[in-house]
């Protein structure tokens, strides 16, 4: 079965940089379960997975764009500590979600100075060009109750 819209698609995946050094890898685990067509990868992945049968391998390298984005120094925000309350105590490398103009957007906190707080809107992996090496383990047809999740059920999903 290729690899469509709507369908369940389990895949194994390594993630380099431009030095080639790894970043994420699924190798040693549990497959990574996804539904396509729903960005729940990165854009440029998911497209160059669409129409790829299962147990094919795919090499890609996605540019920011079709990635984590360009860097934004829009999205570096210094804020009182004080405004951050209910989190506990404030350090650095803690993540936050917080509501933007552009909806939900996870935040780093990069630095602690006295009272305030540097936040950084843009993922970590923001302006990298993303190499992905994909093997593609199985492809199957979602279903009903998956969809309306929005998520996979069983195998590298929610067991719920
Ligand atoms: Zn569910």
Known sequence: MEIAADRVVLIH?????DNGAIIDSSAG????????????????????????????????????ADGYGKHDAALIQRVPKRSMQGSGE??????????????????TVTAVVGDMVTLDGNH?????????????VSV????????EHGHVHGVGGHHH
């Open 13 to 17: 995946y390594t993630l380099k940089d």
């Open 29 to 64: 685990g549990e497959p990574l379960a996804y539904i396509q067509g729903h960005g729940n990868l990165v854009a440029g992945l998911e497209k160059a997975l669409e129409g790829k049968q299962d147990g094919s391998t795919v090499a890609v390298s996605v540019p920011p």
């Open 90 to 107: 404030i350090k650095k490398g803690m993540q936050f979600q917080a509501r933007t103009d552009d909806g939900m957007r996870l935040f």
């Open 124 to 136: 970590p992996l923001a302006d990298k060009t993303l190499h992905f090496d994909v093997e593609v």
């Open 140 to 147: 199957r047809d979602a279903t009903t109750e998956e969809l």
